[in-house]
């Protein structure tokens, strides 16, 4: 009989706080991260435009913006896909308007990432805690890790600190225990932007 996962904030929420706690950058990517914590501080007028209209942490978007397009603006903010269209991997067909200057010059930036993330309700969020942010970020990813893998802690979240080694999905569905995620994760990058931008965020 195996017992279910819950994957409800209320559960997970002392897990992210823990984690949180005892997670520490690894030393040699230390120098990496703080070159994109450095980048997304040079953009920050742009993501604070999008949390005038929907009210989402402007930090909470960039870190997203990392993983998903590695900083780029002429990518969805969903997946890294081309703004000259309409997303083609999850989700597909996002966003569902046309672009507002027409198809010749395809979405901007900002209104494809507004569609991410009202697409994922993110607009609605009540607690933005750092552990509830934590747990709204490995759900926008997945919690395939979670649910199939529960010895490695999502690299999304951990990569690039003492709480991840290796193992990853390489694609969707594709998984690779060998596998090692280049990526500095969102934990690592908040650690610095903390710090660098004096933010202030509830810790539970």
Not at 93 to 110: F, L, Q
Not at 118 to 127: R, Y
């Amino acid at each position: 009989m195996t017992t279910e996962i819950s994957l409800r904030l209320r559960d997970l929420k002392p897990e992210y706080q823990r984690l949180w706690n005892i997670c520490e950058i690894k030393p040699e990517n230390l120098p990496q991260t703080q070159e994109i914590v450095a980048k997304i501080c040079s953009h920050r007028r742009r993501y604070q435009a999008v949390q005038r209209e929907i009210n989402v942490p402007w930090y909470f978007i960039a870190v997203i913006h990392n993983m998903e397009s590695s900083l780029k603006f002429t990518r969805h903010l969903h997946n890294g896909d081309s703004l000259k269209k309409r997303t083609v991997k999850v989700p597909p067909g996002r966003p569902v308007a046309e672009p507002i200057k027409g198809w010749e010059v395809g979405y901007t930036w900002e209104e494809s990432a507004i569609d991410a993330l009202t697409f994922q309700e993110f607009d609605q969020v009540k607690d933005w805690s750092l552990a509830a942010q934590l747990w709204q970020i490995e759900k926008y990813n997945g919690f395939g890790y979670r649910n199939y893998h529960p010895e490695v802690l999502t690299p999304y979240l951990w990569s690039g600190t003492n709480l991840y080694t290796q193992g990853k999905y390489k694609s969707d569905g594709k998984w690779d225990a060998n596998a090692v995620s280049a990526q500095i994760g969102v934990a690592a990058l908040l650690k610095i932007l903390l710090k660098v931008e004096n933010l202030q965020i509830p810790l539970a």
